[in-house]
């Protein structure tokens, strides 16, 4: 079974940037689609973005040209790129993995404990 571990969260003031990462381990052959959900206490967890093992983007409209989101297959490991933060993107964010081939067999959907990202001055 995969796992997914996020690092990177923490607080900051509006305005500022924080990179997030999160590996996919296991004996991995394949992962095809990953990507960033976050979740605030009381409200439906969210898609951030995605990335599939090809490169296809996609954002929430709340963080198109602020936050990139990139992945590297070699090491199953994707990364958020969040810039010009605001008090409003503060939530727990969780890693999703989608389409995970490894040597237990499949896993169609993992998802990561969360790390929080807290946004305030």
């Known amino acids: 079974q995969v796992q997914l571990v996020e690092s990177g969260g923490g607080l900051v003031q509006p305005g500022e940037s924080l990179r997030l990462s999160c590996a996919a381990s296991?004996?991995?052959?394949?992962?095809?689609?990953m990507g960033w959900f976050r979740q605030v206490p009381g409200k439906q967890r969210e898609l951030v973005a995605t990335i599939t093992s090809r490169g296809r983007i996609n954002y929430a409209d709340s963080v198109k040209s602020r936050f990139t989101i990139s992945r590297d297959n070699a090491k199953n490991t994707v990364y958020l790129q969040m810039n010009s933060l605001k008090p409003e993107d503060t939530a727990v964010y969780y890693c999703n993995a989608e389409g995970v081939v490894h040597s237990g067999g499949y896993d169609s959907q993992s998802w990561g404990q969360g790390t929080q990202v807290t946004v305030s001055s």
């Open positions: 296991g004996s991995i052959g394949s992962i095809n689609t």
